[in-house]
């Protein structure tokens, strides 16, 4: 599981592989010349600062060159033109050795001044190096960013409603925005820092085997126990403190838990008892607390030690290989140590990139949950674009739950005829607005099936069925937009003369022209609020300009007050003529405008009739209304 998700992480790195290659070689170049920076101590050491033995040569360093460097250099380019790939290898490796070899025999005055030129120029190709790896790699990085967000919003955007009524929105924002981040993290350490720092730790490793391989053993056996051990204490640390903000948060929460219900603390006379349950609290973070700064004391002076232990071993063996002068200068040493202790690094970096890595594979477990998510409501690819409504919609024996084992349809037979008024009523919780979403598809029935002109939703278009239904609903959403654009939303080649009319007829004209940029006014989070009734009206303007032939309203008109509930009601009476309507509602006033009355009640039709059949029959309906009135 967790190698499949890094593999599908890796793969979405394929497009830039281009600019991955690069960045690998400049991570290559940049451990390179890091090593190659630390062996110039060699130079320094053995001659410059004076401790070779034949002080008396006096050769310039063209000369010095010319005698070492120079001829090696055209070896190999000569084995580069005749493409043998060993050779050039051997000759590559001479290079380095010619180099130090021509600073050798120079006068001391020329070496210094080689081995300062040099130095300069390796640290700037290092830097450089450094520069372009990140050039390249910010490139890769943001670039699966972006692709990996689209990805998944494309995918999100498209599953069903039961998905997102499952989902908490705040969770599904997070892995767009946080998550994704991690995962991209993963990409990067995985491929360039890790990568680096292995080159890195192998160059160094390769410097002190070259040094010498019996030294790199005695290290081998001191550096890495001593480094195992702070390792372990970081991780410790990291644990303790970890749990000690958890603690913090517990006893945070408790505070304000008990500030805001301080009247119910005092009501039932818990002062004492919260006081108790306080204490526990604080105590428990003053213990974590307590052994990680004991914890954090002891880290320093510990890594410090160690570190000095090691060092000391590796002196005496190195040292004494110096004083008896069995093939150890005093460069060489210095050389060794430096690569050496800077195997520590990369070292430490390796350890932190695991970490991060793991991170990011749960976050990728995340991301990658969403995009395997099956969307419940799916297209045939056989599927047809609806004809108009001309005949009826008709629920044949249409069973639903969100939950399967727990249906709240049972077993609907319903035909709305076209052209038709059908009203739904009965007490909340009867299932009205789930039987209302089955229309537009946004759940599909368990069992039976509903047919539009005779033909099975499922084996037309979604885009083709929902462009025929226009759905407004308690709750309207307005995008952060202009009035213009919150009305026209979805429609194409839309001129204003048509959005004025429609906000006519939706009662919604006055108060648009009343507001500072009329149609060009931006609503929503950051503009102009409206009331709920204006709110509703822009909604119902938005189903006017569509002029779909089936309407569907659910309670539109139940969040408003009396005066902008008649306004509303005036907007809908227009537009529900001629059309087949759906209508959701617990006024009197729209009930007898419909042709028809159901009565729903636990997910069941109980009662059908005009409203004054109903009336007469004196069931539910009849009870139900006069409970209302
Ligand atoms: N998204 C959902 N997930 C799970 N249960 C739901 C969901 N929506 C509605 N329900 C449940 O389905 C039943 C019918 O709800 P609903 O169709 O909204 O009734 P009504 O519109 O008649 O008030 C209720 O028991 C409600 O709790
Ligand atoms: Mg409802």
Redesign the pocket.
């Known amino acids: 599981m967790k190698n499949n998700i890094f593999l599908r992480i890796l793969v979405m790195a394929q497009p830039y592989k281009g600019r991955v290659a690069l960045a690998l070689l400049f991570a290559l170049i940049f451990a390179a010349s890091s090593g190659a920076t630390l062996a110039m101590l060699l130079p320094i050491f053995d001659d410059v600062l004076g401790a070779r033995e034949d002080t008396d040569s006096s050769l310039s360093l063209d000369q010095a060159m010319s005698q070492t460097f120079i001829p090696c250099l055209e070896e190999f380019s000569s084995s580069i033109l005749s493409g043998n790939t060993s050779s050039t290898l051997e000759k590559a490796k001479a290079l380095p050795g010619a180099f130090l070899e021509g600073i050798h025999i120079s006068s001391p005055s020329q070496a210094l001044l080689a081995v300062i030129i040099t130095i300069v120029f390796l640290i700037l190709i290092k830097n450089m190096a450094f520069f372009l790896q990140t050039f390249f790699i910010a490139s890769v990085e943001e670039g699966m960013l972006r692709d990996l967000r689209v990805k998944v919003y494309s995918h999100l955007i498209k599953l069903d409603?039961?998905y997102f009524?499952?989902s908490r929105s705040g969770e599904l924002t997070t892995r767009i925005t946080a998550d994704v981040v991690r995962i991209k993290k993963t990409v990067t350490q995985s491929l360039i820092t890790l990568v680096r720092q292995i080159l890195l730790l192998g160059i160094y490793f390769f410097i002190t085997m070259w040094v010498s391989w019996k030294l790199t053993l005695v290290t081998i056996a001191v550096l890495p126990p001593s480094m195992a051990l702070i390792l372990l204490l970081g991780k410790s640390l990291r644990r303790k403190s970890h749990r000690s903000q958890e603690k913090m948060a517990d006893f945070a929460s408790f505070l304000t838990e008990t500030i805001t219900g301080v009247r119910v603390v005092k009501a039932f006379a818990m002062e004492d008892f919260e006081e108790k349950r306080f204490l526990k609290s604080v105590n428990a973070h003053r213990k974590y607390e307590i052994s990680l700064r004991r914890m954090k004391a002891l880290s320093g002076p510990m890594t410090e030690f160690l570190g000095a232990v090691a060092a000391g071993v590796i002196l005496w063996y190195g040292g004494n290989a110096v004083i008896e002068g069995t093939g150890m200068s005093p460069g060489k040493f210095m050389v060794f140590l430096a690569a050496a202790l800077s195997m520590m690094d990369p070292a430490k970096g390796i350890s932190k990139t695991y970490a991060s890595i793991q991170a990011g594979l749960a976050a990728g477990e995340r991301v990658f949950g969403i995009i395997d998510t099956p969307p419940a409501i799916v297209e045939y690819s056989s599927a047809v674009i609806p004809e108009p409504l001309s005949r009826s919609i008709r629920f044949e024996n249409v069973s639903f739950g969100?939950?399967p084992q727990k249906p709240?349809l049972k077993n609907i037979n319903l035909e709305i005829i076209s052209g038709e008024i059908v009203a739904l009523v009965?007490?909340?919780?009867?299932?009205?607005?789930?039987?209302a979403?089955m229309i537009p598809r946004f759940y599909d029935p368990d069992h039976g099936r509903i047919l539009f002109d005779g033909i099975d939703l499922r084996k037309l278009t979604i885009s083709g069925l929902r462009s025929q239904l226009g759905v407004v609903t308690q709750e309207t959403v307005l995008f952060n937009d202009t009035v213009f654009n919150n009305i026209a939303y979805g429609a194409a080649d839309i001129s204003i003369g048509q959005v004025r009319d429609a906000a006519e007829i939706a009662n919604a004209l006055e108060f648009i022209e009343y507001m500072p940029q009329g149609f060009s006014t931006v609503i929503g989070e950051r503009g102009v609020t409206l009331s709920g009734g204006q709110r509703q009206r822009l909604a119902i303007a938005r189903a006017v300009l569509k002029n779909p032939p089936i309407l569907i309203f659910?309670e539109a008109t139940s969040a408003l007050d009396t005066k902008s509930e008649k306004l509303v009601q005036q907007a809908i009476d227009v537009l529900v003529k001629g059309r087949t309507s759906l209508v959701?509602a617990h006024r009197l006033s729209t009930i007898r405008k419909a042709d028809r009355v159901l009565y729903?009640e636990g997910?069941r039709i109980l009662e059908e009739g005009t409203h004054e059949t109903l009336l007469a029959l004196g069931g539910r309906y009849s009870s139900l209304w006069k409970m209302q009135f």
């Open positions: 409603l039961g009524a499952r969100y939950d709240v009965g007490p909340s919780g009867g299932g009205k607005s789930t039987l979403d659910d959701i729903i997910g």
